[in-house]
C-alpha cells in the first residue's frame, strides 16, 4: 500500500505523541527565551580571582619587540594555525609568523585542561595529520592531553616553532596603502609588516561568564573551565583533585565541560552542587583503546576517506558503511534506516522527509531521556537531567560516568528550571531563592561565539580605505567562500562562519588551510601583490547564505543557546553568520572545483 503521508508515529513505533512532545519543546524553550540573548554575558575579569591570566606559564614572561617583514602572519597557534603553517611550508612559503596569546600550540587544547578533558568527536577523524605524522591515537576518544601533545609534535614535525611568538596578543591590523601590507601590532609592541594574514583565532577561544550579580564578591577559590586552577584543586586533568577533599563546590554550567568534569569532582570533592539551567543530553560514550590491529588495516589516504565518510553522514547523506559508526551518525543512520525501509521513498515530499526526521530524533531523545531514568537513582534528580529539545538543539555530549555521578551522596543537582543562578554572595550561590554555601566555585559557562568578529578576536582590523572591519560587518558579516572580503585586502578568515558546518572542526580547518594557502601561492606565482574578492562575487555568496541552511532553520525553534544566538538565529552576529547552505561536504567540493579550474572566480588579483 502506498502511504501518502507517513505517519511518523506509527512508522517508527514512537513511545511518545509527536505533538505533545513538540508542545513540551516549545515550552521549555519559551521557559528559556530572554530579551537580553547572549549580552546577558560578560568577559572574564581582570580581578585576581576570576582573572585572564595563563595558568599553564611562569609569570613574568618578557622579550624584546619585534620590528620584521614577512610574507604571511598567522594569528592563532591551534589546529586553524598550524595546518595553515604546515600547508604554507609544503608551498614552499618559509617567510612566516605565527603570533599566539598562549605559551604554546593547541589553542583549545592547550587552554581546556580541566580534570577529564577529551575529545567528543572520533579521534581518528578529529586529530589532523595523522598520516604525516605517522601516529595514531591511542583512543578511539583521545584525551586531552594526548591532543595537546599532538598539536606540539606538529609544531616539530613543521619545524614551526622557530616561526612563532608566544605569549602575545595582537592588537591592531592596519592595511599599508602603498606599501601595499598588513601593519601588525601586538602587546609585546612588535610592529610586523605582512603581506597576508591569516586569522585562525578559533570559534572558542575567549571565555564568558554570566552577568550574575555578585560574581565579583565571590570571596573562595573561583576560576573558569578553561582556567582550571589546579593549586586550589590539586591534581591533573586526570583528576586526583585531593585538595577538594571536604571541601564545598559549585559548578555552574551542565554543557559539554562540565558532564566531563563533573564526575571528577564529584569522586574527589566533600561535596558537589552542580547548577543546572539546561540539561545536555548525555548519551553513551562508549570509549575504546584503539587495537592494535587497526592501524594494520589502514592503506594511504585512510583519513582523509574516513573524515569524508564522517562529515557526509553528518551531513545528513548516506553512506554505503559508517566507518566512524558512533551516536553522531547515529541520527543520519537511522533516518536512511527508515527512508530505505519505506515502500515509496522516491514519492516522498521535503515535508514528509522532514517529518520522518523529526520522528527518528524524537525517537533518538526518547533514549538519551529513557538512559537517564535506567541510571539516575532519585526519580526527581532523573526527570530534572532530562533534556527537552531536538538532538542538535544544543551540542550533544557524551559521557558514561556523568548520570550516575548524581547517585553519589555528595552531589546535588540544583536545577533551576531553565532560570539560572539568581546571585552569588561571598560564601553561597544563590538558586531557587536558597543559599548554597560552597568554598570553591567553578564557571563551566562556555565561550563567546555570538558577538561580532573584532570583539571575539581582541583587535580591530582596518582595510584599505580606512574602513574598520566592525563597522563594515554591524549588521551583517559579509564574504566571498568564508574566508575573503572586499576592502580587506590578503586578509583572510578561517572562523567557520559562512562555510560549511561540521562538529569535526579539525576537518572544515584542513580543507580551509589548503584553500588559502593555494591562493596565497598563486598570488605569488602571478606575480600580484593584492588578492581581494570582487563585489559581485562576494553578493553572490551573501545570496546563498542567506537561503539558510536546515541546521539554522531547526535552530529557530531550539531552546536557546550559543547554537542559535541564545534564540536569536538570524538578529545577531558571530558565529551564527550563516552556513553554506548545501553542507559542509559540498562546500568543500566547491572549494577543490573551484581551484581545480584555476581561475580564481571571484577574486580580483592586482
Ligand atoms: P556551553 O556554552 O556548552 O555551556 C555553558 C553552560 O553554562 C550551559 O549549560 C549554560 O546553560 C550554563 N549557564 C550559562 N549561564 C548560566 C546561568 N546564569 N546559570 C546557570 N547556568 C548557566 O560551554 P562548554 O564549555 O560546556 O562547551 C562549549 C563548547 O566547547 C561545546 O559546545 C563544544 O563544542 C566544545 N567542547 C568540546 C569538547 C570536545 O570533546 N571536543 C569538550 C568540551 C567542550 P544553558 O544551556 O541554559 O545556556
Redesign the pocket.
Known sequence: MKPSKPDAKNFLDLDSDLDAVREKYKQERDK?MRTDGAAQYRELTTEATLNDVDPYVEPGFTRAPIEEETEVVIIGGGFGGLLMSARLREGGIEDFRIIEAAGDFGGTWYW?RYPG?????ESYVYMPLLEELGTIPTEKYAHGPEIFAHAQAIGRHYNLYKNVSFQTQVRALEWENGAERWSVRTDRRDHIRARFVCMATGP?SKPKL?G?QGLDEFAGDTFH?SRWNYDCTGGDTTGGLRNLAGKRVGV???????I?CVPHLGRDAGEVFV????PSSVDIRDNAPTDPEFSKTLEPGWQQRRMDNFNILMDGNPQEEDLVGDRWTELTRGLHEVLSAHPNTADLTPEEIALIAEAVDLKKMERVRGRIDEVVEDPATAEALKPWYRYLC??PCFHDEYLSTFNRSNVTLVD?DGK??DKITPHAVVANGREYEVDCLIF????DVNSNYTQRAGYEIVGRAGEKLSEKWVDRSSTFQSFFTRGFPNCFFMMGFQSGLTPNIPHTINEQTQHLAYVIRETLDRGATTVEPSQKAEDAWGAAIEKGSSFLEIQATCT???FNDEGKVGETEGWLAGFYPEGSEAFFALLRAWRASGKLEGLELS
Open positions: 528559556r581546556n578533558v577529551q575529545c567528543d568527536v572558542y554570566p550574575i573551565t555552574i554550567g551542565t554543557g559539554a565541560t562540565a566531563q547548577f543546572q539551567r539546561t544544543k551540542r533551576t539560572g543562578v563551566a559557562t562556555g565561550f536557546p543557546g550559543y
